[in-house]
């Protein structure tokens, strides 16, 4: 039986241990757990930036930066503007006030800098960090490089938190609040989108979610966490300088947020302590044995990076929750399916026979390659039509031109008597099409189930705030029960709850069906959905797809077995380097001389 940590008992045991910690630690501990505290909530902002949403960035002391210096002018500036001072700007309010600059920042920040992709992300996010750490530098209102203080305590009804053990509760507040609204948002409609942004953005816009908001939403939800951090640290301090919130404290965060596990949201704690408590040591014992000149504590980061790099890529998180396993272990808890909920309303299929696809003239060239070469097909509602090559022959690029993956270089493309050719996989898949890969996209270390419920994204519409807060339970039960719903009807019931990259191949593809029909489609694009499949699984699928044709779903099939095939269509187009060269009843099909000699060399 598999065990692991379940999250509840881990924020119990936590929650004890904090309440513990200021009767029994001295000053000076309490000291340093306020310093993990306000790390940690930087770091998990990472973890959902990073780790998961697989957006790489090196500027978070930048924000933790912005709210520090939004509250501390606030609450000590004297000579503020009428339309500010008259508010009479107390911690609390300099806290929203933090969050607005801030979100509205981040905001902006990313509209240009999450355009950006591969090693220039992270370029873009050192140059805007570096960018904000001169500016509160420079500005001689925020006191220059030297600082200023005079920063209010917080009070809480009334009384004031000026010593670390009375803040301390407040840090690890928010500390709390911060991991139980990241993991709620993980654990839902908008987390699965985000999940799939880190390895599965075209698979995610072919089942209708918008991955750049994605993108934006965690970069934003990441940057008020580091301004919520820089609010707590300025009121603890009472003192504020540029020098905490340098591009060398946004590569430290980010190295909290790797060695404790950049894919685990409990990880940002473990790294943030390690760190932290690793770097207090060191800056003790290392001075003693190689003297007061030099930082060897960078050196020393430097070389345990490259070795946990080396050693364990997914960090100490998941070490640690292995070795905790064999000592205590905690059953998993397994996710229940409401089978009682109401179902998701689903959309009328065209009657039997209505054109829902038309494709004419469609010419794909890459350079000097064409790949489709004005080809054209129908797809009516009810029918089977199968598009057949050999290897090459432009199959898959077809495919990508009428789902949206790609942009035809000429022709027209028709979806339900609309002109869809240009538009977005994200727009056409809101219209009722929906299609597998020929090579397969899952999510493999998420469950079969939540696999399967990203392709019910666009029958959602519960936003981020609901899922953080656990507002969106209702609905994300009737879509978890539509996924199981689709699970079982393509035979995979019992690999509900398994990871999708356990399964074999061909199985992973049968998942990818349950997905693409989880979104209620009208059209379903199918690319080799038999391949990897035995004997008695391709019969299950054939009788599978029938059914789904005399419901009236329109299927275009690409696949190379043409026994499969030829069995199961009612139309089959053929393709050769790109361009049309058969097309009819199965039956036509296998006698023509140009398909003949496509496939075999010649009629003989």
Known sequence: MKFELSPKVLMIVLVVLLALAPLVLKPYHITVLNYIGLYSMVAIGLVLLTGVGGLTSFGQAAFVGLGAYTT???????????????????????????????????????LVTLRLSGHFLPLGTIAWGISLYFLFGTMGLLGGHTGFGGIPP??????ELRQGHQIFYLIWLFVLLAVITTLNLLDSREGRAIRALKGGM???????????????????????????????YVHMQRFVNPTPFGIHMGIEYLFMAVLGGAAHVWGAIIGATVITVLKQWLQDILPAIFGQAGNFEVIFFGALLVLILHRARGGLWPILTSLTQRVVPVRAEQRQIDRNVEPLPSRELPSKGELLLDAREVTRRFGGLIACNRLSLEV???????????NGAGKSTMFNQVSGVDVPTSGKITFLGK?????????IARMGMSRTFQHVK?????????????GAHLRGNRGVLSAAWRLDRQEEKRLLAEAAKQIERV???????????SLALGQQRIVEIARALTSDPCLLLLDEPAAGLRYKEKQA??????????????????????????????RVVVMEFGEKISEGLPEEVQKDPAVLQAYLGGVE
Do not use: Q
């Open 419 to 427: 002109d869809v050719t240009g538009k977005t996989s994200r727009e």
């Open 72 to 110: 501390a002018v606030l609450t000590t500036a004297s000579d503020l503007p009428g339309w500010l001072a008259w508010m009479g700007w107390s911690p609390w309010l300099s806290l929203v006030a933090g969050l607005i600059v801030t979100g509205t920042s981040a905001y902006l920040i990313g």
């Open 541 to 570: 699928l054939a009788e599978l797809m029938r059914k789904l044709s005399a419901e009236g779903m329109g299927i275009l099939l690409v696949e190379h077995d043409m026994d499969f095939v030829m069995g199961l269509v009612d």
């Open 154 to 159: 917080i009070a809480v009804f009334g009384y």
């Open 380 to 390: 009516r509602a009810g029918e089977i039509l199968a598009l057949i090559g050999p």
């Open 491 to 501: 035979g995979l019931g019992d690999y509900m709850f398994v990871e999708a990259g």
């Open 202 to 232: 075209i698979m995610a816009e072919a089942m209708g979610v918008n991955t750049a908001r994605s993108r934006m939403v965690i970069f934003v939800i990441a940057s008020l966490l580091a301004c919520a951090s820089g609010w707590l």
């Open 442 to 454: 899952l999510l493999p270390t998420m469950s079969v189930i939540e696999n399967v419920a990203i």
